[in-house]
């Protein structure tokens, strides 16, 4: 597959770096392309984000990752959920206006924060054929009561949340009583056993890239069956 590095620029000052894999078989284009972004305490090099990307190109659909400003410039601590979705936004804006990433259909997701900011860009008006959940952080840990859904009613395009049953950031009841809230078609791929990072006891018997390979399966299985309902 074709890889090339870019930057995304957010201001005069400031820009993120971001990464894109283009398959092969496509001659330097593909039809579909899905934007990830990566969880609070990772960038985008993280293992399983950058197996995640490389998985789905592999599957013959263009992958784009890249990095929040406090991870560029090798911080901690989350940036504001302002600048958050001021990246995604920019991140957006650089596809529609690339000659280079010119795809019938984008998809819009991540892991964690990344997909949860996502989501509400979208909500607010940014233009995508679907949103991509790795494990929707629907809550802080013991603390259920603090939903993170106040947007769902605002989001229209159809969604796929991958959880792990063990996932302590997000009460699969809960989960499934707030997905009606969401105007777009819902899917819900559960991976037994997993935490929030998708880790799975040594007493399951499954290795770390079998529930890897799971969850790229059931993404490309997803954007496909959108793919074709968008055409249809």
Not at 9 to 14: R, S
Not at 79 to 92: F, G, N, Y
Not at 184 to 191: A, E, I, K
Request: hydrophobic content about 40%; some cysteine; glycine content about 8%.
């Amino acid at each position: 597959m074709n890889e090339r590095s870019l930057q995304v620029v957010l201001d005069e000052k400031e820009s993120v770096s971001a990464s894109v894999l283009v398959p092969k078989a496509s001659d330097g284009k593909a039809s579909a392309l899905l934007v990830l972004a990566h969880g609070a305490g990772n960038d985008m090099r993280n293992p399983f984000l950058s197996f995640v990307s490389k998985g789905v190109a592999g599957a013959g659909i263009a992958t784009l990752k890249f990095n929040f400003p406090y991870k560029e410039k090798g911080r901690r601590a989350p940036d504001s959920a302002q600048k958050l979705e001021a990246t995604w936004r920019a991140v957006l804006d650089r596809i529609r206006h690339d000659p280079a990433l010119d795809f019938d259909c984008v998809f819009a997701g991540g892991k964690s924060l990344g997909g949860r900011m996502a989501s509400r860009v979208v909500a607010q008006g940014e233009r995508v054929d679907g949103l991509l959940f790795l494990g929707y952080p629907l809550h802080p840990p013991g603390k259920p009561e603090k939903q993170r859904i106040a947007h769902f009613p605002d989001i229209t395009v159809p969604a796929l949340f991958i959880q792990g049953t063990r996932d302590t950031l997000c009460d699969l009841a809960l989960l499934r009583e707030a997905l009606p809230r969401i105007q777009g078609d819902t899917d819900l791929h559960l991976v037994q056993g997993g935490d929030h990072s998708f880790d799975l006891p040594k007493r399951a018997g499954v290795t770390q890239k079998e529930v890897w390979e799971e969850i790229v399966a059931a993404v490309v299985n997803w954007i496909t069956a959108r793919r074709r309902a968008l055409e249809d």
